[in-house]
């Protein structure tokens, strides 16, 4: 069986969520470069993949798929290695709506309003927009906080396991923590301090870690 195909860079939050799972599951994995950022955009054949030209898109066995949360519960089910989603339907529940507030509230707020606009920015043009900051901060504590009060006091966000929910949380968490005021706001949050050790410690962020 041919290894499964990931489409993107290793920049990327959702492409790392998708290696993230791969990797828990124990799957070897080509990852095939496109850089979305790329001047004029991905390749145009690219949108034969992703019609709207994000990444990360999926190939496995000729079956192509795109959309982070189709790709991670696909190969939790289709391959061997630990289950990476609870039986039990509202542990399930649960997961998927962690993922989803993840996905809806605090990509934007956590990557893009806070480490984009206090790391990575400024590292371009030499400068912050604090206003901008200012603003996504009680934002991101709303984010946290959320995340926080459904995790109470288990090891992982979602319970004693390690889930999807940890994974589409980490490649954010990643980023925003690279930030002073992430690491700063995370310390209102105890639960979430020992859940991202416990994370940021395992093999597979090691092996994924952005280099670019
Ligand atoms: N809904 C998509 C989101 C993917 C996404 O936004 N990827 C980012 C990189 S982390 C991207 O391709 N950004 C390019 C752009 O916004 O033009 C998914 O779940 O896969």
């Given at each position: 069986?041919?290894?499964p195909?990931?489409?993107g860079?290793d ?7 998708v290696?993230?799972t791969?990797?828990?599951k ?12 790329a001047e ?6 690219y ?8 990444i990360?898109?999926?190939e ?11 790709i ?16 039990d ?10 993922i989803s507030?993840m996905?809806?509230?605090?990509y934007?707020?956590?990557v893009?309003g806070?480490y ?8 371009k ?11 996504n901060?009680?934002?991101?504590a ?12 288990a090891l ?6 390690l ?5 589409h949380?980490a490649?954010?968490?990643?980023y925003?923590?690279m930030?002073p005021e ?7 949050y105890?639960?979430l301090?020992s ?9 597979s ?8």
């Open positions: 069986m041919a290894k195909l990931v489409f860079a920049y990327s939050v959702y492409v790392r969520t290696r993230l791969l990797e828990e124990g799957i070897g994995y080509d990852l095939v470069p496109i850089d979305v950022f004029g955009g991905p390749p145009s054949d949108l034969q993949r992703h019609p709207f030209g994000r990360p898109a999926f496995h066995d000729g079956f192509q798929l795109y959309e982070t949360g189709a991670t519960r696909y190969i939790d089910e289709t391959f061997e290695g630990p289950a990476l989603q609870p039986s339907l509202q542990r399930r529940a649960r997961v998927n709506q962690v507030i996905d809806s509230y605090a934007r707020i956590l893009w806070i984009v606009e206090r790391v990575s920015k400024p590292s043009v030499g400068f912050a927009d604090e206003a901008r900051i200012a603003e901060l009680p934002k991101a709303t984010c946290l906080k959320a995340v926080s009060d459904l995790m109470k006091d992982w966000l979602t319970g004693d396991s889930t999807l929910a940890d994974l949380a490649s954010m968490f990643g925003f923590l930030a992430g690491r700063t706001l995370i310390k209102d105890p639960n301090v859940w991202w050790t416990r994370m940021a410690d395992r093999p962020m090691r092996a994924t870690r952005p280099t670019t």
